[in-house]
C-alpha cells in the first residue's frame, strides 16, 4: 500500500471510526481453536442455578411471543437479535454467526470465491469497506477503507436494513460479469461510481517475496489463511536459494486468521524450544503455552518485522514472540491490540458461537489485547483517538509507565498497554499528502492512466527485464500534464500548489502501478518501497537487528 493510501485510509477513519471495529470480520474473528460439537442444555458449573433460572426465563419468554403475541414473528431471527445484542455486552471480538452465513464466513479464510473482493462491516444500516482484499479487483478499481457502498446497480442499500447475506448477494457472482457501485468517501460532496469486474478472488496471503539487494530479503504477508504458512515456507526458501541473509517480515495492515500458521511462523526464526505464546482464561481449561519446537529455516540472521496500526491478532503473536525472545527488531508503529481468543461453538441448526475463552500474552507476559473497558462503542474508536492525540506521528507517552514495563528474555525493556510497541518508532508520513492527490485515487486516475500507458506501450515495455526498468524508466513530466488532463476530464479540479507537493508522490506511484502492469506485484512493491519510509528507516536498521542476532542487546 502507498504513503498516500495509508494516509488517506487514516482519514478516512476519522469519517468512520467504527469501521476499524472488527468484532465481525471474518480474518480476525476464525481462531484457530478448539471445536466442540453441539450440545443440549446444561447448567453452568460455577453458577449453576442462576444459569438454569435464566434459561427457562427465556425459553418461557419465547414460547409466550410465540403463542400469544398479536403479530405473527419470524421466532428465529428475533432469537438472532437477542443472542446478537447478549453479546454486545461480552467483549469486542465475542460474535454470533447465523447458519445463512456460515459459509460466507469461512470463505475469506478457507477458500476461493467469485466476488468484488472486499472485506466490510454494516454499521448504522450503510456497508463499510474496511479493506479491499489484496489482489482482487475492487483493489485495482481503487476502492479504498473507510469507503460507504450507498448503491448497488443502482439499487439504494443504505438506510435500508440491508444485512451480510443481502451484501454478499449483490457483490458475489460470476467471474467476468459487472457490478456498479456508487461510493461515498470522506472529503466528496458526491457519489462516486465505480465499475467493477467480478473475479475469482485470490486467498493468496504472501503478497510478494523479492531481494532488495544481494543479501536483503523482503516478504509482505496479508492475512493469516488456510496456507499462508506454505506460501511463506516458499517465499522464504527462494529467497535463501538467492542468498539471503537478512529478512525484513511484512506485517503492516495484516489482521490477522490462525494462530497456528502465526506460531509454526514464529518457530522458523527461534531455535530451541523458546516460549512463542500464552493464554489465559476462566480456570485453567483453556490456559495453554505454546513453544517453538522444529529447526527453522531462519533462526539466525538479522530479522526485522514491520508492523503498523493495523496489525492485529496472529500478526501479533508473531511479533511478541520475536521481540521477546531478543530474535529480531520490530519497526513501525503500535499494533492494533487483538489478544482475546475465539473458540468457534457450532450450534445444533447450523450457526456458529464465537466465544471468548482467553488471552493472548506475549513470553514476557504482555497482554496483547488493548482495553475495552468503556465499552464496545468506545473500542471502535481507538484508533481515531489513536490519530487525534497523534500517536500515528509520536509514541503515546502514557503508555511508557512503571506499570505496563516488561523485560525480554535478555533484560530490555518493553511495554504493554495494548499491542506491540516497536523497537524504532517510524512516524507516518504525510509530507506529501495533499487533497489533490486523494481525488486522483478517490477517481481512479492514476490507476485508470497507468493502464492505459501499459496497453499503448504493451511491446516496448514487455521487452524491458525489471532491473532495467527500475533504474532506467522515468515518468516524464509530459506524462504528469496528460494526469493532469485526465484528473479535469473526470472532474478533479486542478491545484497547483497541491499538485507541486505531491508531485514526486504521484511520479512513483504511477511507475509502481505500471510496473505492476508489466511485472506483477514483483514490479509493483520495489518501486513503491522508493518511497516508502517505514520500509527505508527499516534497511537502515539491520546493524542494530545483527546485534540482536548474535546476542546483545
Do not use: C, W
Request: glycine content about 8%; hydrophobic content about 35%; charged content about 25%.
Amino acid at each position: 500500500m502507498s504513503k498516500m493510501e495509508q494516509d488517506e485510509e487514516k482519514r478516512a477513519v476519522r469519517n468512520s471510526p467504527m469501521q476499524i471495529k472488527m468484532p465481525l470480520l471474518f480474518a480476525l474473528a476464525l481462531a484457530a481453536g478448539v471445536l466442540i460439537g453441539a450440545n443440549t442444555f446444561s447448567p453452568s458449573t460455577t453458577n449453576p442455578q442462576d444459569t438454569a433460572k435464566s434459561y427457562l426465563k427465556f425459553r418461557d419468554v419465547l414460547s409466550y411471543i410465540d403463542r400469544d403475541y398479536v403479530d405473527t414473528v419470524n421466532i428465529e431471527a428475533l432469537t438472532d437479535h437477542a443472542i446478537t445484542q447478549m453479546l454486545e455486552k461480552l467483549d469486542p471480538h465475542t460474535s454470533y454467526i447465523p447458519a445463512k452465513d456460515m459459509a460466507m464466513a469461512r470463505s475469506y479464510l478457507e477458500g476461493d470465491f467469485e466476488g468484488i473482493g472486499v472485506e466490510f462491516n454494516i454499521f448504522k444500516d450503510t456497508i463499510y469497506v474496511i479493506t479491499p482484499l489484496s489482489g482482487g479487483p475492487s483493489e485495482a478499481a481503487g476502492l479504498m477503507a473507510g469507503d460507504k457502498i450507498i448503491r448497488v446497480n443502482g439499487e439504494t442499500v443504505a438506510g435500508t436494513g440491508i444485512t451480510n447475506e443481502g451484501v454478499f448477494k449483490r457483490l458475489r457472482g460470476k467471474k467476468g460479469s459487472e457490478v456498479k457501485l456508487d461510493i461515498m468517501r470522506r472529503d466528496n460532496q458526491k457519489l462516486l461510481p465505480f465499475a467493477i469486474k467480478r473475479d475469482k478472488i485470490p486467498t493468496v496471503s504472501v503478497d510478494v517475496s523479492y531481494m532488495v539487494n544481494d543479501k536483503t530479503g523482503y516478504i509482505k504477508v496479508s492475512r493469516f489463511s488456510a496456507h499462508t504458512f506454505d506460501e511463506f515456507k516458499e517465499a522464504l526458501a527462494g529467497l535463501k536459494k538467492k542468498g539471503m541473509n537478512q529478512l525484513i517480515l511484512d506485517l503492516r495492515g495484516n489482521p490477522g486468521g490462525y494462530m497456528d500458521h502465526a506460531t509454526r511462523m514464529a518457530d522458523e526464526f527461534l531455535s530451541g524450544n523458546k516460549l512463542l505464546v500464552y493464554t489465559d482464561g476462566k480456570g485453567t481449561r483453556y490456559d495453554s503455552k505454546t513453544f517453538a519446537r522444529t529447526k527453522g529455516d531462519f533462526e539466525n540472521g538479522p530479522l526485522i518485522i514491520l508492523l503498523d496500526e493495523g496489525s492485529a491478532s496472529a500478526s501479533e503473536i508473531v511479533a511478541g514472540a520475536v521481540q521477546d525472545n531478543d530474535r529480531g527488531l520490530i519497526v513501525g508503529r503500535r499494533s492494533f491490540g487483538k489478544g482475546l481468543v475465539q473458540m468457534p461453538i457450532p450450534l445444533n441448526d447450523g450457526s456458529e458461537l464465537r466465544l471468548t475463552i482467553s488471552r493472548y500474552y506475549t513470553p514476557s507476559g504482555r497482554s496483547i489485547q488493548k482495553t475495552y473497558a468503556n465499552g464496545t462503542k468506545e473500542y471502535g474508536k481507538d484508533l481515531l483517538n489513536r490519530l487525534e492525540r497523534g500517536e500515528f506521528f509520536h509514541p503515546d507517552s502514557s503508555l511508557f509507565v512503571d506499570s505496563l514495563k516488561f523485560k525480554t528474555s535478555r533484560g530490555r525493556v518493553v511495554y504493554g498497554g495494548g499491542g506491540i510497541m516497536p523497537d524504532v518508532f517510524v512516524p507516518q508520513d504525510t509530507s506529501a499528502f495533499s487533497e489533490y492527490l486523494s481525488q486522483l485515487y478517490s477517481n481512479n486516475v492514476l490507476r485508470e492512466y497507468a493502464l492505459s500507458y501499459y496497453k499503448q506501450n504493451q511491446k516496448e515495455l514487455e521487452k524491458m527485464q525489471f532491473a532495467q526498468f527500475r533504474k532506467s524508466f522515468e515518468v516524464t513530466d509530459k506524462m504528469l500534464q496528460d494526469v493532469v488532463k485526465l484528473a479535469t476530464r473526470s472532474e478533479v479540479k486542478y491545484n497547483a500548489a497541491e499538485f507541486n507537493r505531491s508531485k514526486e508522490l504521484i511520479r512513483n506511484n504511477l511507475k509502481a502501478f505500471i510496473a505492476r502492469s508489466v511485472y506483477g506485484n514483483t514490479g509493483f512493491y520495489p518501486v513503491l518501497h522508493e518511497a516508502d519510509e517505514e520500509f527505508q528507516t527499516a534497511l537502515k536498521q539491520f546493524n542494530r537487528a545483527q546485534k540482536l542476532a548474535k546476542g546483545g542487546v
